[in-house]
């Protein structure tokens, strides 16, 4: 079974920056990762990912501000968050999956605040 965990996540002012890192037990090379994250009384929504090409894909929201990024000698992955909006206050999961398997962390919480 492939655990992962987040780390990074805390408290920042609007405008602050963050770094999020997610270890996986287990080899990512071949996975597709990815950052989630679900704020109250809102549904679990993804964030970034990343394939395991290369590729990357954003969400609307955070285009231009957030870069995922992973290190397959790792097995890490990482979401460079800059420009922190209060809205983009949640608890950050991590992902690593395939079509037919899927592994989430527990999550890390991210607050932007005053």
């Known amino acids: 079974q492939v655990q992962l965990v987040e780390s990074g996540g805390g408290l920042v002012q609007p405008g602050g920056s963050l770094r999020l890192s997610c270890v996986s037990s287990g080899s990512i090379l071949g996975w597709n990762m990815a950052w989630y994250r679900q704020a109250p009384g809102k549904q679990r929504e993804l964030v970034a990912a990343?394939?395991?090409?290369?590729?990357?894909n954003y969400a609307d929201s955070v285009k231009g501000r957030f870069t995922i990024s992973r290190d397959n000698a790792k097995n890490m992955v990482y979401l460079r968050m800059n420009s922190l909006k209060p809205e983009d206050t949640a608890v950050y999961y991590c992902?690593?999956?395939?079509?037919?398997?899927?592994?989430w962390g527990q999550g890390t919480q991210v607050t932007v605040s005053s």
């Open positions: 990343i394939s395991s090409s290369g590729s990357t």
């Open positions: 992902y690593q999956g395939l079509p037919t398997t899927n592994y």
